[in-house]
């Protein structure tokens, strides 16, 4: 696979940003530090934050009328933290599944966009609001498996370190 380094270059010299939302908290300590030791070595290669928490209350024993509520009140916090140069991507099961060197040709083609900053979502355990999803530039998938929202958020730090490491040429990768 050949990338388009040259290009690559250009766009290093912007400063895109990258947001990753979680939905979900992020609880558990061994998530948490992994976490926090992939966002950073991303540091190394863009600017990049972090933000979890924004999910609401729910019992078990909700109906379907409370989770849509509920869902709602949810995807308008994410909406309301958008802005209108940044791009949205969403993480779902039903989204385009790519291995790691085809998320690298997407990161790379992220970065030659005009835009200020890259979102990356990951719903909480009843999923994204359809507003959120109808808001999404693209929709991708980091397995058909379903994970808890701790571990999608790891693994997509992971998979993003892993972007930039393939896209410098860099042995990570492999």
């Not at 849509?68 to 779902?92: F, M, S, T, Y």
């Amino acid at each position: 696979m050949i990338l388009d380094t040259e290009n690559y270059a250009k766009a290093e010299g912007k400063v895109v940003k990258y947001r990753i939302i979680s939905v979900g908290r992020i609880r558990e300590n061994f998530y948490q530090e992994g976490i926090k030791e992939y966002l950073k070595r991303l540091t190394a290669y863009t600017a990049i934050e972090m933000l979890d928490g924004l999910e609401e209350k729910i019992s078990p024993r909700s109906s379907e009328k409370e989770i849509a509520r509920i869902l709602q009140k949810e995807g308008d916090r994410i909406l309301a933290l958008l802005g209108d140069n940044e791009i949205l991507i969403v993480l779902d099961p039903q989204g385009e599944a790519l291995s790691s060197e085809q998320l690298a040709v997407r990161v790379q083609e992220l970065n030659l966009q005009a835009k200020t900053r890259i979102n990356l979502v990951i719903g909480g355990a009843h999923g994204l609001a359809p507003p959120v999803k109808q808001r999404a530039d693209q929709t991708i998938s980091l397995s058909k498996m379903t994970f808890p929202h701790q571990m999608a958020v790891l693994l997509l730090t992971e998979q993003l370190y892993r972007s930039f490491k393939i896209l410098k040429g860099e042995p990570y990768h492999k």
